[in-house]
Nanobody, 126 residues
């Protein structure tokens, strides 16, 4: 599957952005999906993930309560609604897809994911 992320941009602190990740070549409903982010000089960080059906969602501590992950399997698209953005949210955001059964429990681990989008930049100014 190929993944294409979009929706990044520049916003002031307290603002919102909605990221999208479109899938091509295979139905995303076969995959656990996740969003990760990476700031310059830092390791890739787990942001959120969602089960194949969308019935279960998981969030990293730094985004919990502010970000919402969702998916529309009919549109083959993953979303990340980001509210109350902070300057520390500035990073390149990547969507990822995992077909392994291990992702049912290790959804936070980027090494479990098989496919990655190209990344979309989010910049939050104070």
């Amino acid at each position: 599957v190929q993944l294409q992320a979009s929706g990044g941009g520049s916003v002031q602190a307290g603002g919102s952005l909605r990221l999208s990740c479109a899938g091509f070549g295979r139905a995303l409903s076969s995959y656990v999906m996740g969003w990760f982010r990476q700031a310059p000089g830092k390791e890739r960080e787990f942001a959120a993930s969602i089960s194949r059906s969308g019935g279960s969602t998981y969030y990293g501590d730094s985004v919990k309560g502010r970000f919402t992950i969702s998916r529309d399997n009919g549109k083959n698209t993953l979303y990340l609604q980001m509210d109350s953005l902070k300057p520390e949210d500035t990073a390149t955001y990547y969507c990822a897809a995992c077909i392994r059964g291990s992702c049912n429990s290790r959804w936070y681990n980027p090494h479990e994911y098989n496919y990655w989008g190209q990344g979309t930049q989010v910049t939050v100014s104070s």
